[in-house]
Every structure is written in C-alpha cells, then in structure tokens.
C-alpha cells in the first residue's frame, strides 16, 4: 500500500535525523502529496525512489575561522548539502544567517530539487549556509569571513558539479569575495557561482529574477480568476533583494504595496511604500526598515515583524523566511479578503497556514513554484557562461517570464490530473517529483 510506504519512509527518516523540525516538515509537505502518485506507479517503490530521494546525496560539514577587525578570532560552521545530481549539476544558494543548522540547509536542499524540476531546466538540487551573523561587520570582515569559507568550499562544487548562488545574507558583494577567491585558488575562471557581479560573468536579470518571477507566477493565478494585479493592495514581508523585486514589478503591474518589513517590524502606508527610498536603506545603506518610517512621513513602523499579515489586502507575497506565516496570520489573511498568496520565500507559510489557504481555496502559489523565477535565471545565467555570450535584459525577462507560465500550468494541470484541481501544492509537488524520479529510474541504481 502506498500510504505504508510513505509513512514507513517518513518514519525512518525522523529515526535516523532527531531534531530536524525544518527537515521533517518539507519531507511532510511533499510527500503527503505523493500517496496517489505510488498508487499509480508501483515500480517506484520496488526501485526504493521514495527512500533514495528523500536522503541527500552528499552532506559536507566544515568549519570557518576568521579574525575580525579587533583581532579577535571566531569559528563559524559550514554546511553544503549535495541533495541529488539526477536533472544536473547540484544547484542552489548560499545561507549567511545565525540560524542556520543541518535542519535548515537540509529543508532547503530537499525544496530546491524540487523546485529546479519545474524549472524544465537541467538543474540538480543542493544548498549550503553558514551560521555566520553577517549584521554589523565590515567589507573587511565579510571579505575575510566570505575566503576563509571558501577555502574549504572549493573542493567541492566545479560549473559541472555544484555551483552555489545567493539566498538571505548573500548578495553581490559576498559572491564577488567567493567567487574571487575560488578562481585565485582553483586558477580557473567558469560559471562556478550564479548571481555574480555583471562585469564578471553574472546574468543581466539575476538580480531581479526571484521577485519579478514570483509576481508573474502570481499573475497567472489571477488570470484564472479573471484579475490582476491593477488597482490592487499587496502585503510583502521582508524587503531585502527578493522583496525589493517583487515589489517593483507588482507596482509596475499597477498594484499599491502598503507594507513591508525586516526582522524588527514593519512599515505601512495607505499610499503606497516609496520603493527608491527603501532601495537606498536597505541596498545601498543597509539600514533597518524602521529607518525607512522616519524618512517618509506617511509611514508608519510597528516593532515585530508578525503583525503585516493583520493589514487588510487583497495579495500576499511572504518574502523574508520560513515559517513566518502561521494558521492564525493565514485566517486574518483570508477573513480581511486576500485573494492570492504567492510565496517569494522558501516555505514560509506553516502547514496550519497552508491548510487555510487550501480550505478558503484563494489562489495559493507554494514557494517551490513561485520562487523559481531565481534559479531558473541562475540556469540562464549557467547557460550564457558556457557559450561565453550574453543575452539582453529584455531576452532573459522573456525567458524568465515564459518558464514562469510554464511552472504554472504545470502545476495547475497536474493537481487537475490528479484530482485535486486548483490545489498549486499538489500540483508542484507531483510534477517536481515525477521527472527526478523518472530519471533516477532511467539511472538503475
Ligand atoms: P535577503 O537577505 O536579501 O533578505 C531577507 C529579508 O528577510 C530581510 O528583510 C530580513 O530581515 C528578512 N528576514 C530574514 N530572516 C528573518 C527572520 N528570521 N524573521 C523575519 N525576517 C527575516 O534574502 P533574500 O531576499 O534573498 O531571501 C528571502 C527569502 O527568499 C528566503 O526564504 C530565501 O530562501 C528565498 N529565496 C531567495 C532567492 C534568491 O534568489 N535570493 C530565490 C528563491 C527563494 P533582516 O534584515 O532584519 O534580517
Ligand atoms: O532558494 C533559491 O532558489 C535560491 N536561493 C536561489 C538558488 C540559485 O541557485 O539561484
């Protein structure tokens, strides 16, 4: 029976990884989907699929010393977990943030495999973080932290074999440190990182690709609901560069983003938030949100990050962390009128919240589907190093937009073939799993 299965699968992945909450609920979410998908396709479990893609490939654990301005010496640890080479290269970001742990990176490696199959690209997935606490260090300290990780990093990903990007902590500045550190050590220059700088090699668009994907992929779930994003109020957690992004193209959609927020608090304005004034804080600045409130006389910042989703709106883009939406910001959500909720992050609606949404059946993006836009940029990005020529902005958003479509009628089509129309999650999880497990079954073992 494929319900033993799963549960039998799921039971021994908690035995063997105690104290893996983060872990545990991204193995839940997808596989909960998958029950009918072994009822159909019973040579998955005689090739053990289920018990060989939940357990990463390869896990490398090291650690980072570095000396800060005052000549004190730290030790951070570091994390790359190579989750599954099946579809490519292991793919995805870097994590600086003082939370991060094997949970963590693990919750994301499993979400990222996923999520470069419905990019339609050739993408393995992987991911990698430190619990380094880059707020308040110096260029220097970044820079010295950033050679001193990557002088163990190195040995292990090459443009054929892993090739790390950015995700919270990790910007332009951080992959220029690592990336030019790796060419110094390796003395070779390939595309071994994504979202670099544009002058080295990055993609025109990178950038931007996370947010601006995350509001096309929105849109498409307003269309089959005959809307847009005109005249509508939009909610956006977060404001570093996938909030910054999502928020331009919603505005330039015709929508009015009311709040967004970081780690302390948010800010609301009834008019609108003056996107250049945010950049300049949080880009170039890096300031705090509540900086932004003494600035732009209209807004007004509340401490605690929690309290954005309790601002009536007709759309939702979650685009700071995990689990930073839970079932009771989901019902405030739903109960003021909210429409669509379109995930810019990794898995930041709780399972509570997720049921909520289902349950109310608004427009429901999970973050697999609707924040693929960066990496399939970061595959775009591979893809132009390898020619050595560089595309427009204009042909890389063209791009980007049509694989955008593409997730999400793969998704919409396939929660509809499995009986559960509408339902994204289902959808996403379904066709992501499919096509990695076909191709491990193409492998043999
Ligand atoms: P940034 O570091 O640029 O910005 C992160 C934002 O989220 C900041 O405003 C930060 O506030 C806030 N935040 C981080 N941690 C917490 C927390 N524990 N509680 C509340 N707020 C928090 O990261 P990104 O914009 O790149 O990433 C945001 C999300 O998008 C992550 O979930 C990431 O995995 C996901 N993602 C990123 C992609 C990319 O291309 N960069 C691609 C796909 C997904 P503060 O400054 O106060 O910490
Ligand atoms: O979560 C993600 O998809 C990312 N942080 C981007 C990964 C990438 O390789 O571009």
């Given at each position: 029976m494929s319900i033993q299965y799963v549960t039998r699968v799921v039971d021994t992945l908690k035995r063997r990884y105690p104290g893996e909450p983060e872990f545990h609920q991204a193995v839940n979410e997808v596989l909960d989907s998958l029950t009918p998908v072994f009822e159909k396709n019973k040579e998955f479990e005689e090739a053990g699929i289920l018990e060989r893609i939940v357990e990463p490939e390869r896990q490398i654990i090291f650690s980072i010393p570095w000396v800060d301005d005052a000549g004190k010496?730290?030790?951070?640890?570091?994390?790359?977990?190579?989750?599954?080479?099946?579809?490519?290269?292991?793919?995805g970001g870097i994590r600086f943030h003082p939370s991060v742990n094997t949970s963590i990176i693990k919750f994301l490696g499993f979400e990222q495999t996923f999520k470069n199959s419905l990019t339609g690209l050739m993408l393995g997935g992987g991911k990698g973080g430190t619990d380094f606490d880059p707020k308040g260090r110096s260029d220097n300290e970044i820079m010295r932290f950033c050679q001193s990780f990557m002088t163990e990093l190195y040995r292990h990903i090459d443009a054929d074999t892993d090739v790390p990007a950015g995700d919270i902590g990790v910007g332009a500045r951080e992959i220029g440190y690592m990336f030019g550190h790796y060419k110094r050590i390796r003395n070779v220059f390939h595309g071994v990182f994504t979202g670099?700088?544009?002058?080295?090699?990055?993609?025109?668009?990178?950038?931007?690709?996370?947010?601006?994907?995350?509001?096309?992929?929105?849109?498409?779930?307003?269309?089959?609901?005959?809307?847009?994003?005109?005249?509508?109020?939009?909610?956006?957690?977060?404001?570093?560069?996938?909030?910054?992004?999502?928020?331009?193209?919603?505005i330039?959609?015709?929508?009015?983003?009311?709040?967004?927020?970081?780690?302390g608090g948010y800010v609301y304005d009834e008019g609108g938030i003056n996107l250049e004034v945010l950049k300049r804080l949080k880009e170039l600045e890096r300031?705090?949100?509540?900086?932004?409130?003494?600035?732009?006389?209209?807004?007004?910042?509340?401490?605690?990050?929690?309290?954005?989703?309790?601002?009536?709106?007709?759309?939702?883009?979650?685009?700071?962390?995990?689990n930073e939406l839970d079932g009771n910001a989901a019902q405030a959500l739903v109960k003021n009128g909210c429409i669509a909720v379109a995930e810019g992050a990794n898995m930041p609606s709780t399972p509570e919240a997720v049921k909520?949404?289902?349950?109310?059946?608004?427009?429901?993006?999970?973050?697999?589907?609707?924040?693929?836009?960066?990496?399939?940029?970061?595959?775009?990005?591979?893809?132009q190093n390898s020619m050595r020529l560089s595309w427009t902005f204009d042909e890389v958003d063209a791009k980007l937009r049509q694989i955008m479509i593409?997730?999400?009628a793969t998704a919409r089509n396939t929660a509809a073939e499995y009986n559960t129309p509408g339902n994204l999650v289902n959808g996403a999880n379904i066709a992501g799993f499919l096509k990695v497990a076909r191709v491990m079954m193409a492998y043999g073992l």
């Open positions: 010496v730290h030790v951070n640890r570091g994390i790359r977990v190579q989750y599954n080479s099946a579809l490519g290269p292991y793919k670099k700088g544009l002058l080295y090699g990055g993609s025109i668009g990178r950038k931007e690709a996370t947010g601006f994907g995350c509001v096309y992929f929105c849109n498409e779930m307003l269309k089959d609901r005959q809307t847009g994003f005109e005249n509508k109020k939009v909610l956006i957690s977060g404001s570093g560069n996938v909030a910054i992004y999502a928020a331009e193209k919603a330039s959609f015709g929508a009015k983003v009311v709040a967004m927020s970081d780690s300031k705090r949100i509540s900086e932004y409130a003494k600035e732009v006389k209209s807004a007004k910042y509340t401490e605690g990050c929690s309290g954005i989703w309790s601002i009536p709106c007709d759309i939702a883009l979650p685009c700071a962390t995990q909520v949404f289902l349950d109310a059946k608004i427009a429901y993006g999970p973050g697999k589907a609707a924040n693929a836009g960066g990496v399939s940029t970061s595959g775009l990005e591979m893809s593409n997730i999400h």
